[in-house]
């Protein structure tokens, strides 16, 4: 039977990937998938996390099963850090970002299979695609002002106050994937009293915690909305905030009403642990938990943090600067004010292509731009190869 598969295509991220490791230029430049890289081009193991790793590795006994819904000293160290406070809130580990976001996105459809679900206009690619797969129903709402480049503000809190009782929202809890686009603590509040307001399920992708202004500031979004709504899904990634992307470490975190329902949920997120995968990957949950409960760790963890931040925040500033000396003002304001790994350039699929083939310069379809990748040479390579676009629609 297997010969009439027709294989789905993968996204367009995935595959950048295989285009880019494929191509056998050794000036091309991979600024595509959301990976940090430093200025050798290296994604490093954090050095708290190497230390976690040996404490485990001293301390650790048996690799024996724990637990379906995961250790949990790590679920509890996920809920204190996000949240600050404990309440009536399930919790399973999960296999990434990606798995958290499965696993809530499973469980919406267990809880009320005819609901929508509200993506941001635009998102991670994967979202619609799991959705999709899952058989949910999808519809966007505004967030990026294709004018402008920032926020649309008002076209976004014109379709949250549409959404009807019981739908779910999906929102970027910080470094919106692939904008950049920041909203100001006003706006979270907006947001948060719209959504508790409509009676809408908001579901938190935290994907980039610490890459936008600091862990902190990067969850005002979260805690306000976790003051204002009563139920919330919160699925976090480990991947790149503490840089364990092959070791696939995640959260689902579920704020409920009451202790009761708690229970419920978490009957239902460990079932859906054992349905799909049953225990979830210990070792790198392990490494986080270890690293936020011991004071010099978790320090070290977020001075590590803060350099990497600091670090993208610089090829921000270098990108923009070169985009100004190209005249290209708006755009490297733009940038410049943006936060996170990403940016959107504004540029067509075909231009995107273009400068993939004519220099090697890879970036996503959407002419989203990793900026955790860009070193000066690439800066100022892209800076003139858009000039160029934008001159003549032609290579420079
Ligand atoms: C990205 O957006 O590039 C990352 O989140 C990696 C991925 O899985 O797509």
Known sequence: MFETLTA????????????FAADPRPEKIDLGVGVYRNSQGQTPIMAAVKAAEQQVWEAQKSKSYISLAGDKAYLEAV?????????????????????????????????????????????????????????????TYRFRDATTGGL??????????????????VLHGC???????????????????????RGALPVIDMAYLGFGR????DLAGLRMIAAECPEVLVGFSASKSFGLYRDRVGAVLAQ???????????????????????????????????????ETLRANWIAELSAMR????????????????????????????????????????????????????YLVDDSRVN??????????????????LAQTGQSA
């Open 8 to 19: 789905p295509e993968s996204d367009k991220i995935i595959r950048l990937m295989g285009i």
């Open 79 to 139: 809920e204190d850090l996000l949240f600050a406070t404990r309440g009536a809130k399930a919790a399973i580990a999960t296999p990434g970002g990606t798995g958290a976001l499965r696993q809530c996105f499973e469980a919406l459809k267990y809880l009320r299979p005819s609901l929508t679900v509200w993506l941001p206009e635009p998102t991670w690619p994967n979202h619609a695609s799991i959705l999709h797969y899952l058989g949910l129903r999808v519809e």
């Open 152 to 169: 649309d503000h008002t076209g976004l809190m014109a379709d949250l106050a549409q959404i009807a009782r019981g739908d779910a929202v």
């Open 175 to 197: 470094c919106h994937n692939p904008t950049g686009i920041e909203p100001s603590s006003e706006i979270w509040h907006g947001i948060a009293v719209t959504l508790a307001a």
């Open 214 to 217: 600091g862990v902190e500031a």
């Open 256 to 294: 409920c009403q009451t202790p009761a329902i708690q229970s419920e949920m978490q009957g239902l997120l460990t079932w859906l642990n054992r349905q799909n995968y049953a225990f979830p990957p210990d070792h790198g949950a392990r490494v986080v938990q270890v690293i936020l409960d011991d």
């Open 310 to 361: 600091a670090e993208i925040d610089a090829n921000r500033q270098c990108f923009a600067a070169d985009l100004r000396r190209h005249q290209m003002a708006d755009l490297a304001d733009q940038i410049a004010a943006q936060r996170g790994m990403f940016s959107l350039l504004g540029l067509s699929p075909d231009e995107v292509h273009h400068l993939r083939n004519a220099r090697g310069i």
């Open 371 to 388: 900026l955790a990748a860009m070193t000066p040479e690439a800066s100022r390579n892209v800076a003139g190869a858009i000039s160029a």
